[in-house]
C-alpha cells in the first residue's frame, strides 16, 4: 500500500508577489529575516555569507475523497560523511479549505495530558500550524511524526501547502 494517495505541485517563491508575501509572513511566524527564504545577489547586504535560501520551493498538495498520508517525519537522514547533518528544520502547513469529513492532520506520538491519541487538526482554510523537526539538541525530534487521515465523502478534497525550512545554523 502507498504511503501517500495525494498529488502535488512544487510553487517557487519568484512566481508571484502573492507566493512571495506567503513566504515573508512565514519569516515574520519564525522571527528570521525575509532574505533567508530566497536565493540571494552577492550585491546584497545580508549578515548571513551565503547566497541559497534556507527555503525548498512551497508544496501544493491536494487530497481527494479516500486519499491521505500515512505517519511519516518530515526530518530527512543526511550522508553520515556530511559534518553539518543538515535538515529541515521546520514545517508549516497551510490549510486552504475548509473540509467536512475527515482529512485532519494527526500526530500520533505526541500525547498530552488532554489526549492519548495524540494531537489532531482539523482542517479550516486560514489555518497555519508549525513544528519543529529538529530539537534544540540537534537530534531529530520523533514526536514530530505525523500523518493526514483520509478524507471522507466523495464530493471532499483537501488542499494545504507546506513550507520547509533547513536549519539556518548549519545551512
Known amino acids: 500500500k502507498n504511503t501517500r494517495s495525494s498529488t502535488n505541485a512544487w510553487i517557487h517563491r519568484e512566481l508571484s508577489p502573492i507566493v512571495d508575501a506567503v513566504y515573508r509572513r512565514v519569516a515574520d511566524l519564525l522571527k528570521i529575516d525575509e532574505s533567508q527564504l530566497r536565493h540571494r545577489e552577492e550585491f546584497e547586504n545580508t549578515k ?3 547566497y541559497s535560501s534556507i527555503a525548498e ?10 486519499q491521505q498520508y500515512t505517519a511519516h517525519h518530515d526530518f530527512l537522514y543526511p550522508p553520515l560523511l556530511n559534518r553539518f547533518q543538515p535538515s529541515r528544520f521546520v514545517t508549516v502547513l497551510m490549510y486552504l479549505n475548509d473540509v467536512k469529513g475527515g482529512g485532519e492532520t ?29 530539537l534544540p539538541d540537534g537530534n531529530f525530534d520523533d514526536l ?5 487521515l483520509p478524507v471522507d465523502g466523495e464530493d471532499e478534497e483537501k488542499w494545504i501547502a507546506n513550507l520547509w525550512v533547513w536549519d539556518p545554523i548549519i545551512n
Open 144 to 148: 514530530s511524526q505525523h500523518a493526514s
Open 106 to 134: 494527526v500526530f500520533p506520538r505526541a500525547l498530552n495530558s488532554e489526549s492519548r491519541d495524540g494531537i489532531i487538526v482539523k482542517p479550516k482554510a486560514g489555518k497555519i500550524i508549525f513544528f519543529y523537526n529538529i
Open 48 to 50: 548571513k555569507k551565503t
Open 57 to 66: 520551493s512551497m508544496q501544493l498538495v491536494h487530497y481527494g475523497p479516500g
